[in-house]
């Protein structure tokens, strides 16, 4: 099943806004990931947020953490027309098994950057 | 440093067909997922690998797909039979598999294999 929900699921701005997607989780978790999708790739890994931190920024993104909402959001900031993707959130979650864990991703946002 | 290979990255088959996936992880990769991203939505996990050990194979429907690793190094997926419902895109990826530190264990994905069911 699918835990962290991101909303809105689509999102279309301006080339040079800032784009502002949000997940959701159910349950509590170790660390929250997001990732981009371009049309027809795999995923790649933008940044990592851990349970005990709250804001973390890398280049033009900056994620928060509220724990206590159960809730992440990511910022990207002066969008550019190929930051065009989707972007899941996935959490992991508390996992006692072979010292490997796993990932519970959301059903993305799409966001379009028009030029 | 080389990413994840998967292959074919495109198949087309009829129902009732079979078919296979291989993926080859990143070098070192003790950790290696397979994961199924049905058309506008996210990957779901379908099979975890530590080493040539399954971890996790709950959300995979065994009556006609499996997977193995038995170097503990590439993967295969197979479908059989295929059904119209598993078309979709297949995703491999892999992760370091630090068990100290679970912050350290960013998944790498490969370009997937898009599965057309006819």
């Known amino acids: 099943s699918q835990q962290g929900e991101e909303d809105p699921r689509a999102l279309s701005i301006q080339e040079g806004e800032n784009a502002t997607m949000n997940c959701s989780y159910k349950t509590s978790i170790n660390n929250l990931q997001w990732y981009r999708q371009n049309s027809g790739r795999g995923l790649v890994h933008l940044i990592l947020?851990?349970?005990?931190?709250r804001e973390k920024h890398s280049g033009r993104l900056r994620v928060t953490l509220d724990t206590s909402k159960k809730s992440s959001s990511l910022l990207i900031t002066a969008s550019r027309a190929a930051d065009t993707a989707s972007y899941f959130c996935a959490t992991d979650a508390s996992y006692s098994g072979a010292g490997s864990y796993q990932l519970t991703f959301g059903k993305g946002t799409k966001l379009s950057v028009i030029p | 440093e080389a990413g994840v290979a998967q292959s074919p990255r495109y198949k087309i088959i009829e129902k009732r067909q079979s078919v296979a996936f291989w993926c080859n992880p990143i070098s070192g990769h003790a950790t290696l997922y397979w994961y199924q991203q049905i058309l506008g939505q996210g990957p779901k996990l379908l099979i975890q690998?530590?080493?040539?050990?399954?971890?996790?194979d709950s959300q995979l429907p065994k009556d006609r797909f499996s997977a193995e690793r038995l170097k503990g190094v590439d993967s295969t997926l197979k479908i059989q039979p295929a059904k119209l419902e598993d078309s979709a895109v297949y995703l491999c990826?892999?992760?370091?598999?630090?068990?100290?530190?679970?912050?350290?264990?960013?998944?790498?994905f490969g370009p997937g294999t898009r599965l057309t069911v006819l």
């Open positions: 690998f530590q080493n040539n050990g399954v971890v996790d």
């Open positions: 947020i851990r349970s005990n931190e």
């Open positions: 990826a892999s992760s370091f598999g630090d068990r100290v530190n679970r912050n350290n264990n960013e998944q790498f």
